[in-house]
């Protein structure tokens, strides 16, 4: 099973500095310690993927990090930003290059990290639940996500959509059909 070292968003990327990084980081750590999970998990996967990974952290989840991300809809959609960061790494040849504005249909530009003038090449658009319900499910929140794309289209770029769930956990990553 391949591993997803969440402390290596710490480094940071074209799109992401390493303190937005740590940020990212530290987030996901309170999200998966809030749904009772160790510090290394299996991620089940779905999309361009259905082999899962192991999600491996270093550091432990303490009270201060806990009383800086109490919020549990900041920390849900920060986190789902980390692990879907790390699945693009992971599973297709792009890297984070830039943040899109709010209103565009996605979240984040992808493209070659070591393109000296970053190219867009595909986007991406995150999504988080932290828990599953009979009304908010991984494949509902999918689809939302990949028609939100559609005001996109027109860049003519690949839309890459990723959902992730943090109580079981498990992730859906995919490109726009």
Not at 34 to 60: I, K, Q
């Amino acid at each position: 099973m391949d591993t997803i070292r969440l402390s290596d968003i710490k480094q940071g990327m074209p799109g992401i500095s390493p303190i937005e990084g740590a940020n990212l980081y530290e987030n996901c750590i309170v999200a998966l310690h809030n749904s009772g999970h160790p510090s290394t998990v299996e991620l089940r996967m779905e999309g361009l993927r259905t082999e899962p990974f192991l999600l491996a952290w270093d550091d432990e989840c303490n009270d201060q990090l806990l009383r800086t991300y109490a919020d549990e809809q900041s920390v849900t959609e920060r986190s789902a930003v980390a692990v879907s960061v790390m699945l693009a790494l992971q599973t297709t040849s792009y890297s984070v290059i830039e943040r899109s504005r709010k209103g565009t249909g996605f979240d984040y530009m992808l493209g070659d990290s070591l393109d000296p003038l970053f190219t867009p090449k595909a986007r991406l658009e995150v999504s988080g639940i932290m828990r599953e319900s009979e009304g908010n499910t991984l494949a509902m929140r999918f689809q939302q996500k990949t028609a939100q794309t559609d005001k996109s289209d027109d860049t003519r770029l690949p839309a890459y959509v990723s959902v992730v769930e943090f109580s079981t956990p498990k992730a859906k990553f995919d490109i726009k059909k």
